[in-house]
């Protein structure tokens, strides 16, 4: 039994579920892009976790970048406000670009995203989220391609994922004890 975080309410999903969803995302991304000219771009900071198990995962040529966006400061509530705070280094054009997301929960981040980088002309673009918050009643603004698994409608950490900064180590996702950030 590994020891939980005394922040962390629940464990949802242990390193040992992780490591079989990114196996599987790993498997169906390795056939859909052989021959393509693929590269990874993964979301900072969160994603970074998820981006480091499953491009090692990949059995294909890639390349890898980093964008970092701002849409939720170091609050739980998504502002829906979003700006680009990291750009990408290498160009994009004609290549086959698949953005790697730690969570999707409405979608106004990776919408505003798929926008920004489908104008740079990518011969392919498409999402890879680890989690996808998809409850009933809740529309996403984007639909992504790859889903790791969906996820309840809580404040979840850790694989990557923080509330302010902290937590982004815990090699398991958990919900956060409400009285945490509250
Ligand atoms: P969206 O724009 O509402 O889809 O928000 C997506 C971003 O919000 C993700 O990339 C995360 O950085 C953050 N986020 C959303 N839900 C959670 C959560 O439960 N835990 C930690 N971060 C979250
Ligand atoms: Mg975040």
């Known amino acids: 039994m590994e020891t939980i975080h005394p922040d962390v309410e629940t464990v949802l999903f242990s390193e040992e579920d992780i490591a079989e969803m990114v196996k599987r995302l790993g498997a169906q991304i390795s056939e859909d892009y052989k021959g393509k ?8 900071r969160g994603a970074v976790v998820f981006m480091g198990d499953l ?11 980093f964008m ?3 849409s939720y400061g170091d609050g739980a509530k998504s502002s ?11 160009d994009i054009k004609g290549r ?5 997301e730690d969570i999707l929960d409405s979608g106004l981040t ?3 995203l798929m926008k920004n980088l489908s104008s740079r002309n990518p011969a392919s673009l498409e999402v890879c989220t680890f989690l996808w918050k998809d409850v009933e009643g809740k529309q996403a603004a984007i639909d992504p391609k790859y889903v790791g698994t969906h996820c309840p409608d809580a404040f979840v950490v850790g694989y990557g994922l923080d ?6 180590n815990l090699p398991y996702v958990g919900i ?6 509250e």
Do not use: C, N, Q, T
């Not at 000219?37 to 900072?44: E, P």
């Not at 491009?55 to 970048?65: F, H, S, T, Y």
């Not at 086959?96 to 790697?100: F, Y």
């Open 37 to 44: 000219d693929l590269v990874l771009i993964a979301v900072l």
């Open 55 to 65: 491009m090692r995962a990949i059995d294909a040529p890639l390349a890898i970048d």
């Open 68 to 70: 970092a966006v701002s």
């Open 80 to 90: 829906g406000i979003v700006r680009i705070i990291k750009d990408l280094d290498i």
């Open 96 to 100: 086959d670009v698949l953005i790697v």
């Open 110 to 112: 990776l919408k505003y």
């Open 163 to 168: 509330f302010a900064e902290r937590y982004r």
């Open 176 to 181: 956060l004890k409400p009285e945490v950030y």
